[in-house]
């Protein structure tokens, strides 16, 4: 959905983009790779599909990407 602005499910174009709010201290699905409030926090971008309601998570940074990897893997 990302990539194709297609919704892998219905196959509309109707495709939004939900970014995370940093202002909030939950907002979104974000990842944490600390215990430390409001440090450690990665955003995970939701896309969202308007026609069917499917929606798909991402994390957008590669550096992000690397600092998960670190933390969990």
Do not use: A, Q
Request: charged share 25%; glycine share 6%; hydrophobic share 25%.
């Amino acid at each position: 959905m990302k990539n194709t602005r297609c919704c892998p499910k219905c196959h509309s174009e109707n495709i939004v983009r939900v970014p995370d709010n940093p202002s909030r201290y939950t907002s979104g699905n974000n990842i944490y790779t600390t215990t430390v409030t409001l440090f450690g926090k990665i955003p995970v971008i939701r896309y969202v599909c308007c026609n069917c309601g499917y929606v798909k998570n991402w994390v957008e940074n590669r550096h992000e990407l690397d600092e998960i990897k670190k933390t969990f893997g």
